[in-house]
């Protein structure tokens, strides 16, 4: 067993305790799939381990005496159990890992909290990385893990000479391309039955359950990942920052919810990207830019959140206070960009990452919405969606809540990026092309309003210098015209909180 806490079990004295508790499927409103897809691999998990012949104690979330949380199942199982010790890894919020420190007070018991060893980067390592650095930038930190990891290295060179090969990525789609699609999965008996538990339990949360198509085992995660490799890889790096309507997924991995939740390990993940350009499967601007998704921004993200909570959070640095609107729940609005990435989130708890920061995210960013009200939503509508790797890039990199701890500057933009950027533009009743007026694209006066209304916040901002200096080249009429359209955009916002 590779992960820490089970790498000495011993399998006559030892128990597994494995418990599903409300507290945990409700502290937010999870999306039904994502708590179909923790639970039945949780189940799958579970039967891995007793076929091992390790001894597992497992609590189902509908069994009579199941107290609901982490605490109260602790505690019962230590009355079936005798147990002198504890073992648990860190947990991926740090709500959790403050519940798990008062246990060797409250439970009587030593409780060993081990490192999670399958992240590549330590929290330790990660903190003296980060010691005395003025600014903590992704960058810096992946060439160190692509150092440390040896990976896509040619001594202490980078492979082809260059770290990053994002300027041969991001481009369009071309006209009459076919896309991979998903590998489906069939629900088994397991994952049956938590559908009918989800159904009974957690219908009245967000998102489609029917549409469930993820893997819930370790066999078929492996084959989820075989899938990327072959088909997807090769077009990953190119096609990374595009968006299509009706084509969900393009050629993204959708492994986050595995390697979150622990059916696949992130380097065998990288492993098999690196295999593949070995054998000229994929180019290595497609491989480089996939393996910094993972040793890069995904271990950065966790060092940031840990490095930071609890206050990492409560920061507000742009001062948004509006309440989040209700169509992030319906998806019913005119803006086709939105209604578009909403739905994909309803039925498949997924959105790609540039759905995520440049529709939703630039949406949010733009409008000042509240950052709690926003993340809280991102955290309950996303199957990979774990505080750790939410939070930060929520708060951090979609909202620029945190000031710039993570990004340079606001991810915001304007319709013109959206419409360079994917094909929605043409099914939606606003035009990209107009900048004020009736039909014009939201996101243009929108984009110009919050430059004007937060510019004692980030005109000193040395890379906002062009976008400050373009505002303050428009005439004084236009301006006033920006304010006062986006002004009655946030009223009518704010006013029906159903339809901009
Ligand atoms: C506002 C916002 C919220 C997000 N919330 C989450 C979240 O809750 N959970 C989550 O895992 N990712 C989150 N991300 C990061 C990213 O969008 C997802 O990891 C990605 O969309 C998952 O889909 P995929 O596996 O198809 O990824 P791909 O696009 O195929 O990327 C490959 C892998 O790289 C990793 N990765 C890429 N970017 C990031 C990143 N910024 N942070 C961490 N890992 C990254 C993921 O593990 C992903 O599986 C968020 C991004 C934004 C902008
Ligand atoms: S016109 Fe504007 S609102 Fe409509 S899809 Fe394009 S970017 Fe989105």
Same mark, same amino acid.
């Not at 999670?116 to 330590?122: E, K, P, Q, T």
């Not at 600014?135 to 290295?153: D, I, P």
């Given at each position: ?41 949780m189940? @799958? ?11 597992v ?11 609901g ?5 602790i505690?019962? !199982? ?85 770290w990053? &090969?994002?300027?041969?990525?991001? +481009? ?6 076919? &896309? ?18 989800? +159904?009974?339990?957690?219908?009245? @949360? ?24 072959? #088909? ?5 790096g ?19 919810? &595995? ?22 499967? !994929?180019?290595?601007?497609a491989? #480089? ?28 640095f ?32 997924y ?24 993340? !809280? ?5 996303? !199957?990979?969606?774990f ?20 990004a ?5 933009a ?7 950027m ?14 004020l ?16 209304? +937060? ?14 200096r ?20 946030? +009223? ?9």
């Amino acid at each position: 067993m590779s992960i820490a806490t089970l790498s000495d079990i011993d399998k006559q004295a030892d128990r597994v305790l494995m418990v599903e508790v409300n507290e945990e499927a409700t502290y937010v409103r999870h999306h039904q799939q994502k708590l179909v897809l923790v639970l039945s691999a949780m189940r @799958h998990f579970a039967d891995e381990l007793i076929k091992d012949g390790i001894q597992v104690d497992y609590v189902c979330m509908d069994s009579d005496a199941n107290t609901g949380s982490f605490s109260g199942e602790i505690k019962r !199982a230590l009355q079936r159990h005798q147990c002198d010790q504890l073992v648990v890894t860190e947990p991926g919020e740090w709500r959790v890992r403050e519940m798990m420190q008062t246990w060797q007070r409250d439970l009587g018991i030593t409780v060993d909290i081990r490192d999670d060893n399958r992240f590549l980067c330590s929290l330790a390592e990660f903190a003296q990385w980060a010691d005395g650095r003025k600014s903590l930038r992704m960058e810096y930190f992946y060439r160190a893990m692509r150092q440390k990891t040896g990976w896509l290295m040619d001594g202490d060179k980078p492979v082809g000479g260059e770290w990053n &090969y994002d300027k041969q990525n991001r +481009k369009s789609l071309p006209k009459g391309m076919t &896309y991979p699609g998903r590998l489906r999965f069939e629900a088994d008996g397991i994952t049956r039955d938590v559908m009918q538990l989800v +159904k009974t339990h957690f219908s009245d @949360h967000f998102g489609d359950l029917e549409s469930f198509a993820w893997a819930t085992s370790r066999e078929d995660a492996q084959r989820a990942l075989t899938h990327f490799i072959e #088909e997807c890889l090769p077009g990953f790096g190119d096609y990374q920052d595009a968006m299509k309507s009706g084509e969900d997924f393009l050629f993204h991995a959708l492994l986050s919810p &595995y390697m979150n939740i622990g059916l696949l390990d992130p380097r065998e993940v990288c492993e098999a990207a690196l295999q593949a350009l070995e054998d000229e499967r !994929a180019p290595l601007a497609a491989v #480089e830019g996939f393996v910094r998704q993972i040793i890069g921004w995904r271990e950065y993200i966790r060092g940031v959140y840990w490095l930071h909570m609890p206050v990492y959070g409560r920061s507000n640095f742009l001062e948004a206070k509006r309440p989040l609107p209700d169509f992030f729940w319906t998806a019913e609005t005119d803006m086709n960009c939105l209604r578009e990435t909403i739905d994909t989130t309803r039925r498949h708890a997924y959105a790609h990452h540039i759905q995520r920061l440049m529709i939703t995210g630039n949406f949010a960013l733009l409008t000042s919405l509240a950052p709690a009200e926003v993340e !809280a939503w991102y955290l309950q509508v996303y !199957a990979d969606a774990f505080e750790w790797v939410e939070l930060p890039n929520t708060h951090g990199m979609a909202l620029f809540a945190d000031g710039g701890l993570l990004a340079s500057k606001p991810y915001a933009a304007s319709g013109a990026y959206i419409n360079r950027m994917s094909d929605y533009c043409s099914g939606c009743r606003f035009s990209p092309g107009e900048k004020l007026g009736e039909g014009a694209c939201p996101f243009n006066y929108l984009y110009w309003y919050f430059l004007i209304s +937060k510019e004692k916040l980030l005109k000193s901002n040395p890379r906002m210098g062009l976008a400050y200096r373009n505002l303050f080249n428009k005439p004084g009429a236009e301006i006033d015209a920006i304010v006062k359209q986006s002004e009655q955009f946030l +009223k009518t916002l704010d006013q029906s909180n159903v339809q901009p």
